[in-house]
Every structure is written in C-alpha cells, then in structure tokens.
C-alpha cells in the first residue's frame, strides 16, 4: 500500500472511528437522539413503579423518569406505618408489595436489632403480619425501597433518575396527544401513552390539563367537610381550651406575634381558599444506641420558631410520644401530633406552582425547621425536665437514608395539584351517598386532612384549622374517570396520583396502597389504549373491568 493511499485509509479509520465513538456517547447520555417506549411514566412513587410493573407485565415497553433517586415515594421514605384501612380491599400489585414485604420479614436474617417475637404485631387497629394472607404492613424505609429496586429488577425497567420534566417547554402535544417530553438535561422521551405518577402533577399541569390547587367551597359539589373547617376539632391537633397566647408579650398586641402565627383570619366556614393542607417529613427514630445519630443543632436554628410549644407545654400538655409508631428492628414512624407538631402549617402553600429551585428551598425549610423541633425538645430549658431526658434517648435511625444525613428522601406531600378530570371523587362517593359506576379499585380510610393554617380567635387565642377525619362507613370505589383527563384536553395521559378529586375525597385517596392500585389500573389501561389505538378515553370499561380482575384487583367489596 503506497504512503497516499495508507494516510487516506487511516483518515476514513479514524473518522469512522470517532463517528462511532461519539454516536457512543450521544446513546450513552441520550441527549440528542429521543428515547422512545410504548408508555412514559414520569414519577418515582410507588404508583409509578406498579405502573411500570404492569406494563411490563402486559407485554409493552416503558420507561420511568424519576426526579428522584431513590424510588417508592414516600412509602420508602418514612411512611412505613401503613394507612390500609380494610386490607380486604387491596389488592393486585400493591398487595404483592406488602406479600413481599412480608417475605422479607419471614427471614431470621431481617431481625437485625431485635427478635420478631420482640417486635410484637401491632398495626393500624390490626396486626401489622399477616400470616394467613402473608402480607406484611409496617416496615423499615430501606426494605420498601428494595422491594421497590426489586421490581425494577426483575422486570427489566429502564429508570432515568435525577431527571427532572422540563415545566416550561418541555413537551410537545399535536390534536391533543401528547408526543414527546422534554428533561432539563435536554433529554427527550416519545411515547404513545403517558402517565403523571408525581405527588405534584407536573406533566399534567404542562400538558395543558385543567386542575385545582387548596379546597372547594362546600357548596361546589354539594359537601359537608370540605372548605374551611373552623371550630371542628375531630383529632387531638388543635389548641382546644389551652388558652395559648399568640403574642411576642403576651396579652400585647403591639409587641407582634410569635412566629408560626397567620395576622390574617381563617375565612368564614365552608368557604373555599387555595390553601393546602400542612407537610412535613415522616422520621424513623431509635433508642438504640448502637444504631442511633443524636439529634443535632440544625443550620439557620432559631429556637423562637418553637415558642408556641413552650406555651404549650407550660399550660400542662405533655403527649408527646404519642406518634412514635413502632415499625421493626426497634424503629419508630414517627408523625405528628399536638396542637404544636412536625406539620410545618403555612409553609407549604406555594409549592405545587413553585418552580424547582423554589420547592427546594421549601423542602429546606421543612426539613431545617423539623431538625429544629427535635433539637428544641430535648434540648432547651422551657421544657419540662422529665420530657427533655425522655427525648435525649431518642435519635435518627443510623442505618436509614444513609446518603442523606439519615433523613427522610421526600417529603410529604400530602396534597398538591389535583385534576378536573372526567370523574371528580367528592366525599358523596366516599361516604356512600352517590355512587360509582366504573371502579378501578377501592380505598377505605378516613377522609383525612391535616391542618391547614393557624390563625388567632376572636377571644385572642392561637387556634389551629382544617384537621378533619370522617370515616367511610364502608369501602368505596374509585371511579375510572378520576385518573383520565377530560378528552378535550389530553387523549392519551393518564394520572393516577394527581387524581380528579375534591381536597376531603382526595384525604382518603391519598393513600399509598390506593396509588399503587390506581397505578396498576393506569397501566393496563394504557396497554389497552395502546393494543386498539384508541383514545385513553374510549377504552370499554367491561374490557378493562375484566383486564383488571384478571389481574387480582378489587374492584368491589366481597359480600361475606
């Protein structure tokens, strides 16, 4: 070969070369060329991963985009005292996970800081195992997250982590069919279905879907227990007749008020606001030394932000491990209680509008202000010695969210957007007075709302609004429109998270059992839609309802 023609040879190797490197690189990263599945799912709940399960399970393709690293939501990220309800009606894929759970547990090599005769079997009003059914409810945040990656696993699931929808020209919709969205990194994603798993309900609110924010008036859908709910008092979490002053001096106005305190009134009862309900962080503590982080001065620690509680315990109130639920290996799900508790009130108005930068901050703020809450408890002068000792005992859980200075992955985001979709669930089908065609599964807890804002009375005294817990008489059924956009606005998203609901129906929905069967029930009805080339709208409901079964969920309460 003579010199020319070797360098020209070499110069086509190396383009070539560098052209495959680089084609390497773009499929690597993604950017540049669109992933494509028959469904994108974009959360990391646990609605998502049974979403995505289920496709698979169908035989379709799927991709999940999770804003998040840590898969599961909030049922790996604290909430480990399961809200069930009647466990009679859960089934499907959500019931698996808790059987998994319960596989889990049967091993010896799970008890790793106490025996399971130890742990005893105490749940929500029943036993937290199963054995005949062999399911499993309470359980440590780091096993749901494996049961979780499990799934993933075993399925095949292609997981974008980190990666967050862009909110403000991130999606691409041609005759109402959503083609294509769009990452902050640049990474786009084309799919023939799509699915919003998120708390927040961001790619419904980018896809142009009609949805509200904070509480109706009780005369919007003709409720009783809906719309600002002064002087209803159904949980301990109010001031009652503590009588606590809301003033920097007390009885003096003028000196202004103690921080955690609204200047503006609570509105008059039954009406709507856009407020939503309080958010905090569900934090699994120990006792245990070998395995237990003491609590600690957290950054920007202002113990004026807790005077409330100082007043509080200095009117004689003292219940304050009355939330400190026992989950295995001597862990706590602990949850808030009392008039002055982890619901940060107030805090958490802006966040399901809020940009991302400033959702961080809130969840910042959150979090700052709960480590706070711990430290000012066991630490400050004001309150009682005999609480104080009791709370040093107390600590963070040293072999949960380890990557995190053990604290919770997500917060609880107990209510953010909820869409106005085909089907809106009100507290008429809940408590049994209207009823639902077309169910897509069932919940059954109580229709619980935490508290929404603290205001001062008209006697001068701090008062808290909006806590309310109504129980079903019976489980209810959840209609399939309330996970479908009206046709006009979208034919081919679906929301099982963000449901069609109003603020007290979506109290008891809320659930995360009743997410991971809306997500199972989301998926086969996208395979579905996918399998006709139909509409999400026009699928048969007799052809899902069958589909549905098939697959064990409950979609009616057996008669015994």
Not at 180 to 192: C, V, W
Not at 471 to 493: F, M, R, S, W
Request: net charge neutral; with cysteine; glycine share 10%.
């Amino acid at each position: 070969m003579n010199t020319k023609k070797y360098i020209r040879v070499l110069a086509i190797f190396l383009l070539v070369t560098t052209s495959c490197r680089s084609k390497q690189m773009e499929d690597k990263t993604g950017i540049g060329s669109p992933q494509t599945a028959d469904v994108i799912v974009y959360g990391g709940t646990s609605a998502a991963i049974t979403t995505a399960v289920q496709v698979k399970k169908m035989g379709k393709s799927v991709i999940v985009i999770s804003p998040d690293k840590h898969l599961g939501g909030l049922s790996s990220s604290g909430l480990g005292y399961t809200d069930t309800g009647n466990k009679e009606v859960i089934g499907g894929l959500s019931r698996e996970f808790y059987q998994r759970i319960y596989n889990y547990y049967a091993k010896d090599s799970a008890w790793k800081w106490q025996t399971r005769k130890d742990y005893g079997n105490v749940g929500q009003g029943t036993p937290a195992i199963d054995g005949a059914n062999r399911t499993m409810w309470i359980f440590e945040p780091h096993v749901a997250e494996q049961v979780f990656e499990d799934f993933v696993s075993e399925y095949n699931i292609p997981v974008v982590r980190d990666a967050y929808l862009n909110r403000e020209s991130g999606i691409v919709i041609k005759d109402g069919n959503i083609q294509s969205i769009t990452t902050t990194d640049g990474q786009r994603y084309s799919g023939t279905v799509f699915i919003d798993a998120t708390y927040e309900g961001d790619l419904m609110a980018l896809a142009g879907v009609p949805y509200t924010v904070g509480r109706e008036s009780n005369t919007t859908y003709g409720e009783r227990w809906n719309g600002v709910q002064t002087n209803v008092f159904q949980h301990p979490h109010n001031f009652g007749d503590l009588h606590v002053n809301p003033y920097k001096v007390p009885g003096d106005p003028n000196s202004g008020l103690v921080m955690g305190v609204s200047k503006e009134g609570p509105g008059n009862y039954g009406e709507a606001d856009d407020k939503v309900q309080a958010y905090n962080f569900r934090m699994c503590l120990t006792q245990l030394d070998e395995n237990k982080v003491p609590f600690k001065k957290p950054a920007n620690y202002n113990p004026e932000r807790y005077e409330l509680l100082a007043r509080v315990y200095a009117k004689g109130w003292d219940q304050t491990f009355q939330k400190f639920d026992p989950i295995p290996n001597l862990k706590t799900d602990t949850n808030n209680h009392g008039p002055f508790n982890t619901d940060y009130i107030g805090m958490s108005y802006d966040y399901p509008e809020a940009d991302y930068k400033r959702r961080k901050e809130i969840v910042k703020e959150h979090r700052e202000y709960q480590q706070g809450l711990m430290y000012f408890i066991a630490t400050d002068p004001r309150i009682p010695g005999k609480v104080r000792e009791e709370f040093k005992k107390w600590g963070y859980a040293k072999d949960e969210f380890q990557d995190n200075g053990n604290w919770p992955y997500q917060i609880y985001v107990r209510e953010a957007r909820r869409m106005l979709g085909q089907f809106v669930m009100t507290e008429n089908e809940i408590l049994g007075k209207k009823k639902v065609e077309k169910s897509i599964g069932m919940g059954s807890y109580t229709m619980d709302s935490h508290n929404v804002q603290r205001y001062i009375t008209k006697d001068g005294f701090v008062q808290n609004e909006g806590d309310i817990g109504v129980h079903p008489h019976e489980p209810y059924k959840i209609d399939l429109g309330t996970i479908l956009p009206k046709k006009g606005a979208c034919t081919n998203l679906i929301v099982p998270v963000a449901v069609s609901s109003s603020h007290i129906a979506f109290g008891s929905i809320r659930m995360e059992p009743v997410f991971m069967i809306l997500g199972q029930s989301a998926a086969t009805l996208a395979v579905m839609a996918i399998e006709t080339s139909k509409a999400v709208q026009d699928i048969a409901y007799a052809d899902l309802k069958a589909q549905l079964l098939k697959d064990g969920q409950r979609l009616e309460l057996e008669k015994h």
